[in-house]
């Protein structure tokens, strides 16, 4: 192997560093703001999902999978088709039919009741991409300080690799 | 934008895709496949955004260019390169007769091309009384977001099926490997 899939090097680890609270920020607003701008629940979810998976990538994809929560992470899964759900038979128990939006004894209804759906879609979509990442990524072995010290030509990694395995 | 520039814009970014798709076959390092193949992603998200599309744009950057690649970062790097330098088309086995099915199915899709009506022309669903309707009731409703309101609001059974499938496609993968724990 002249390549390795794992880096230490500190201008990634530095990068992703400064780019995680902005990129994770942003899939944010895209989830929330789905109804008056660009984005929505698939957009935003994927835009969180896709820099979980960026951090995974620069600082170890086990440290990153021992930091997820997992009776979070099945809740997030299981958030779309639940609130989807909810919202659809709320419709149909106020008198309107399924998935009727406008029936919703709230404000603006139709405008809050999307964001809601938005939300639940947001958590499957970014916690189901998550999870199949951790998961795939489980066979997986990450180089070795020893190896990437190698590769590095003997300077010392300034990120730990667990080696419990 | 003026209409000179996009036109510009699209021609650039089309001949961009087509030279990273064909790369993206030709290239012999699995590596460098897959950085190409998130080129080509990248290219038809730009793509998407010059025509208008900025939700499918993001969709297709964040899936396309991003959890794709890693996914594939992740397969190759539990992979191991074949012995031989012959890349990775062997050239006898490629049999004439799945070539001679490939052309005359990419011929058969070009021969429906002329059928497709013109961009932009007048007469296409995109501009019948339902896009009119959406487009008014939408912005009544304060949905501001027309892709949002089509999405959740006039097609939330579509939807709805969608996450369903999202989420029956995680319950399989984390079944067929075996790994019904998260995480």
């Known amino acids: 192997m002249t390549r390795s899939p794992y880096t230490d090097s500190p201008v990634v680890t530095t990068t992703v560093r400064l780019l995680a609270p902005g990129v994770l920020t942003y899939g944010l607003f895209t989830l929330f703001h789905g109804t008056s701008s660009v984005g929505g629940g698939f957009q935003g979810g994927v835009v969180a999902a896709a820099m979980v998976v960026t951090v995974a990538f620069a600082l170890g994809i086990r440290r990153t999978a021992a930091w997820l929560d997992r009776r979070a992470l099945s809740a997030l899964v299981a958030a779309g088709p639940v609130v989807f759900g909810v919202v659809a038979l709320a419709g149909v128990a106020l008198g309107g039919a399924f998935l009727q939006l406008d029936v919703l004894p709230i404000p603006k209804a139709t405008v809050y009741a999307t ?13 189901v991409i998550v999870v199949l ?3 795939i990524a489980d066979g997986y072995e990450e180089p070795r300080e020893a ?3 190698v590769l590095d030509g003997g300077t010392t990694p300034s990120v730990e690799v667990p080696t419990d395995d | 934008m003026t209409l000179a520039l996009e036109a510009t814009l699209s021609v650039v970014l089309l001949a961009f895709v087509l030279g990273v798709a064909v790369l993206t076959a030709v290239v012999r390092d699995v590596l460098t496949t897959v950085v190409v193949f998130a080129a080509y992603s990248l290219g038809l998200a730009a793509l998407w955004v010059v025509y208008r599309a900025p939700d499918v744009g993001l969709t297709e950057a964040a899936v396309g260019a991003g959890v794709t690649t890693a996914l594939f970062l992740l397969t190759i790097s539990r992979t191991v390169r074949p012995a031989t330098d012959e890349g990775l088309v062997d050239r006898r086995s490629v049999r004439p007769r799945s070539v001679l099915v490939a052309s005359v199915v990419t011929v058969a899709l070009l021969a429906t091309v002329p059928a497709l009506p ?4 007048s007469d296409t669903a995109a501009f019948g009384p339902v896009a009119e309707y ?4 939408a912005a009544d409703r304060g949905v501001d977001n027309a892709v949002t309101a089509v999405l959740v609001v006039y097609r939330g059974f579509d939807t709805f099926g969608e996450v369903a499938v999202v989420f029956a496609a995680a319950v399989a993968a984390l079944a067929v490997l075996g790994r019904e724990v998260l995480a």
């Not at chain 1, 964001?115 to 916690?127: D, N």
């Not at chain 2, 959406?134 to 009731?137: M, S, V």
Request: charged share 20%; proline share 0%.
């Open chain 1, 147 to 149: 190896d990437t010290s």
């Open chain 2, 118 to 121: 013109t961009v932009g022309a």
């Open chain 2, 134 to 137: 959406y487009l008014t009731d």
């Open chain 1, 133 to 135: 990442f951790v998961r």
């Open chain 1, 115 to 127: 964001e809601a759906i938005e939300v639940g879609i947001g958590a499957t979509v970014a916690a």
